[in-house]
């Protein structure tokens, strides 16, 4: 039986950016629904249980949070700073290099000092590198402003009017480094959240990384009480609390618009008539949901041609210990394997995961909740290629995956390679292992539906930040939200839905006069 909804605004996709979008378009007056396949909002922002413990999808921590931050604004939008409870994670994060282990702290003064404690002879280098970075977050604030004041800057304008920000993004994080430190080992150290972008200093634009750095060490790196499962469904419980209507396990099977509108349709009989889409698919899935031929054919070619980022492996365990107590206090914990990160890239490539660096998180210091009391959840993360082992064993038949042999296998002997290396950090832990999970990029398509089980979107080369894609398409009532429009993590996504909804709007106009 079909069910028929009139709306202003559809979203096709409940993660990060079309929640996002769909509130900051409430914000503006119109009136929104959202569908969704999954049985939960969120996309990779939602937490699953086993046994008694509570395991994080994909958050480590939100950025720019804090007093004055880029991503406030936006989230006070999204009305849930009041209902949800984001714990300051300070120190940040812990750093171990072959030759040192530091604590490096949430703040500037603070980063600064984690530096010195091991290169106190490049610590000027250091000072006029964060110096620079302040420099390109002066700029792209401005430039932020500019755009939310409607002022919209030309490509060819950039490099007079932001300086600091054009060159930044023009060029690779490696070669902007190189410029204040001299050491390996220093830039090694700077370079520590390239996990966090996907891709290693050569690659990844000096820009991203700097504004990264930036916002985790000025306004905070935060973590919600509850899980980011708690943050999305407060969200999706904001749109609903504000007239619109989130339909979940309706997966969406067609997108149709004309000159008038758009009707989306679900696979349980769900049709949603509306003046305009938003879709947080990927560009890529967006297509194969439109009718055959309706979109230009150089876009197309353009949006499918995109390389996704890398994906994740993932291992969640339940672990019989009180690991804070033993004295591993700390929310995120970097190994790294050594300094040449171009060689870990490589190595990552090659699905050689004891080659590279990886990222051990106790959640129960963020959250106690996630655990029973005098157990913690400890989460190891590394990056993942998605055509490791042919496909991780499948040879590239999905088709029942989760039980082909191989692909267990597989799964299970690059998951004992993170194990045996946390158990090298922490003595005892196999041990007190009392529930496992392990996730690859084949589960992140499973239940993200994101091409190769992409973390960021489509790669954030320094060529790919220079030229972002817009949330417009060729069809002028079809919008795009998600990482692949605003780029990887979380917050990015949320901005990923203010420029949506920005977009939309200009295309609708006053929601007063709307029919």
Same mark, same amino acid.
């Given at each position: 039986?079909? =069910?028929?909804?009139?709306?202003?605004?559809?979203?096709?996709?409940?993660?990060?950016g079309g929640l996002s979008a769909a509130r900051h378009l409430q914000e503006a007056g119109y009136r929104v629904v959202v569908v969704e396949g999954?049985?939960?909002?969120?996309?990779?922002?939602?937490?699953?249980?086993?046994?008694?413990?509570?395991?994080?999808?994909?958050?480590?921590?939100?950025?720019?949070?804090?007093?004055? !931050?880029?991503?406030?604004?936006?989230?006070?939008?999204?009305?849930?700073?009041?209902?949800?409870?984001?714990?300051?994670?300070?120190?940040?994060?812990?750093? $171990?290099?072959?030759?040192?282990?530091?604590?490096?702290?949430?703040?500037?003064?603070?980063?600064?000092?984690?530096?010195?404690?091991?290169?106190?002879?490049?610590?000027?280098?250091?000072?006029?590198?964060?110096?620079?970075?302040?420099?390109?977050?002066?700029?792209?604030?401005?430039?932020?402003?500019?755009?939310?004041?409607?002022?919209?800057?030309?490509?060819?304008?950039?490099?007079?009017?932001?300086?600091?920000?054009?060159?930044?993004?023009?060029?690779?994080?490696?070669?902007?480094?190189?410029?204040?430190?001299?050491?390996?080992?220093?830039?090694?150290?700077?370079?520590?959240?390239?996990?966090?972008?996907?891709?290693?200093?050569?690659?990844?634009?000096?820009?991203?990384?700097?504004?990264?750095?930036?916002?985790?060490?000025?306004?905070?790196?935060?973590?919600?009480?509850?899980?980011?499962?708690?943050?999305?469904?407060?969200?999706?419980?904001?749109?609903?609390?504000?007239?619109?209507?989130?339909?979940?396990?309706?997966?969406?099977?067609?997108?149709?618009?004309?000159?008038?509108?758009?009707?989306?349709?679900?696979?349980?009989?769900?049709?949603?008539?509306?003046?305009?889409?938003?879709?947080?698919?990927?560009?890529?899935?967006?297509?194969?949901?439109?009718?055959?031929?309706?979109?230009?054919?150089?876009w197309t070619e353009e949006v499918t041609s995109e390389r996704p980022s890398l994906s994740s492996l993932v291992v969640h365990l339940g672990v %019989?210990?009180?690991?804070?107590?033993?004295?591993?206090?700390?929310?995120?914990?970097?190994?790294?394997?050594?300094?040449?990160?171009? %060689?870990?890239?490589?190595?990552?490539? =090659?699905?050689?995961?004891?080659?590279? $660096?990886?990222?051990?998180?106790?959640?129960?210091?963020?959250?106690?909740?996630?655990?029973?009391?005098?157990?913690?959840?400890?989460?190891?993360?590394?990056?993942?290629?998605?055509?490791?082992?042919?496909?991780?064993?499948? !040879?590239?038949?999905?088709?029942?995956?989760?039980?082909?042999?191989?692909?267990?296998?597989?799964?299970?002997?690059?998951?004992?390679?993170?194990?045996?290396?946390?158990?090298?950090?922490?003595?005892?832990?196999?041990?007190?292992?009392?529930?496992?999970?392990?996730?690859?990029?084949?589960?992140?398509?499973?239940?993200?539906?994101?091409?190769? $089980?992409?973390?960021?979107?489509?790669?954030?080369?320094?060529?790919?930040?220079?030229?972002?894609?817009?949330?417009?398409?060729?069809?002028?009532?079809?919008?795009?939200?998600?990482?692949?429009?605003?780029?990887? $993590?979380?917050?990015?996504?949320?901005?990923?839905?203010?420029?949506?909804?920005?977009?939309?709007?200009?295309?609708?106009?006053?929601?007063?006069?709307?029919?």
């Amino acid at each position: 039986m079909t =069910e028929t909804i009139d709306t202003d605004v559809v979203i096709v996709g409940a993660g990060l950016g079309g929640l996002s979008a769909a509130r900051h378009l409430q914000e503006a007056g119109y009136r929104v629904v959202v569908v969704e396949g999954h049985s939960k909002p969120g996309g990779y922002a939602h937490f699953f249980r086993m046994d008694d413990f509570r395991f994080e999808v994909a958050l480590h921590a939100l950025d720019g949070l804090g007093s004055g !931050g880029w991503a406030r604004p936006m989230f006070e939008t999204l009305g849930i700073l009041d209902t949800v409870e984001f714990n300051r994670l300070d120190p940040f994060y812990t750093v $171990g290099f072959p030759d040192f282990t530091v604590d490096v702290p949430a703040d500037i003064p603070g980063y600064l000092d984690a530096f010195a404690q091991v290169f106190p002879e490049e610590l000027d280098g250091v000072r006029q590198l964060v110096a620079a970075i302040e420099r390109i977050g002066h700029d792209m604030a401005a430039y932020t402003r500019d755009r939310s004041n409607g002022i919209r800057t030309p490509r060819h304008e950039m490099p007079s009017r932001h300086p600091d920000m054009a060159l930044a993004f023009a060029s690779p994080w490696s070669a902007f480094i190189d410029q204040y430190l001299s050491s390996p080992e220093a830039k090694a150290f700077v370079s520590t959240l390239w996990g966090y972008l996907g891709l290693p200093p050569s690659q990844v634009s000096a820009g991203q990384f700097a504004l990264t750095i930036l916002s985790y060490h000025t306004a905070g790196a935060w973590y919600p009480t509850g899980g980011s499962g708690t943050m999305t469904w407060a969200i999706a419980d904001a749109i609903v609390e504000h007239g619109g209507e989130v339909h979940l396990r309706n997966e969406v099977e067609a997108i149709e618009p004309d000159e008038d509108g758009v009707v989306v349709r679900s696979r349980r009989g769900l049709e949603v008539r509306a003046r305009a889409v938003v879709s947080n698919a990927s560009p890529s899935a967006t297509v194969d949901l439109l009718p055959a031929g309706s979109m230009d054919p150089a876009w197309t070619e353009e949006v499918t041609s995109e390389r996704p980022s890398l994906s994740s492996l993932v291992v969640h365990l339940g672990v %019989a210990r009180d690991l804070a107590a033993e004295g591993w206090d700390r929310h995120e914990y970097f190994d790294m394997v050594g300094y040449d990160l171009e %060689a870990e890239y490589e190595a990552l490539l =090659e699905g050689r995961f004891a080659d590279v $660096g990886m990222i051990i998180s106790n959640y129960t210091i963020a959250d106690p909740s996630c655990a029973p009391d005098g157990s913690s959840v400890l989460v190891l993360t590394t990056l993942a290629p998605w055509d490791h082992a042919d496909v991780w064993g499948t !040879g590239g038949d999905l088709e029942g995956y989760r039980t082909n042999p191989a692909y267990v296998a597989a799964k299970e002997a690059a998951g004992a390679i993170l194990i045996d290396r946390a158990d090298r950090l922490i003595p005892g832990l196999r041990d007190a292992i009392v529930t496992t999970h392990i996730g690859t990029p084949l589960t992140n398509v499973r239940y993200v539906r994101q091409p190769h $089980g992409s973390l960021y979107g489509r790669e954030q080369t320094v060529m790919n930040q220079m030229q972002r894609r817009k949330p417009t398409t060729p069809i002028p009532n079809l919008f795009l939200t998600g990482a692949w429009v605003g780029g990887g $993590g979380m917050t990015a996504a949320v901005g990923s839905g203010r420029q949506a909804a920005r977009a939309v709007q200009r295309h609708l106009g006053d929601p007063s006069v709307l029919a």
